[in-house]
């Protein structure tokens, strides 16, 4: 079993900055790929970005510019810079891993971190 474990969420003011870590942690052998999702209230769930094992990236149109996903292979952790926050980010972050463990794959889910963008 692959357990992911968020952290870095807050109150920050508009045009502020975050970063968010998602560290894997278990019988990992190798991981695809890794993305974040947010929602906020009353919305879906969105693909805020993601990275490929090969180091390849998308974003959310209306984050690109402002955030920068990145991977640590050797630490199993995933990260989310978040600059010139706005108040629409506010949401419910998710990280979600997908890979191979002890044989079979496996997707996991982080228990989600709250961002909150206000004055």
């Known amino acids: 079993q692959v357990q992911l474990v968020e952290s870095g969420g807050g109150l920050v003011q508009p045009g502020g900055s975050l970063r968010l870590s998602c560290a894997a942690s278990g019988r990992i052998i190798s991981i695809y790929w890794m993305r974040w999702y947010r929602q906020a209230p009353g919305k879906e769930r969105e693909l805020v970005a993601g990275?490929?094992?090969?180091?390849?990236?998308d974003y959310l149109d209306s984050v690109k510019d402002r955030f920068t996903i990145s991977r640590d292979n050797a630490k199993n952790t995933l990260y989310l810079q978040m600059n010139s926050l706005k108040p629409e980010d506010t949401a419910v972050y998710y990280c979600?891993?997908?890979?191979?463990?002890?044989?079979?794959?496996?997707?996991?889910w982080g228990q989600g971190t709250q961002v909150t963008v206000s004055s």
């Open positions: 979600n891993v997908r890979g191979s463990a002890s044989g079979s794959a496996f997707s996991s």
């Open positions: 990275v490929t094992s090969a180091g390849r990236t």
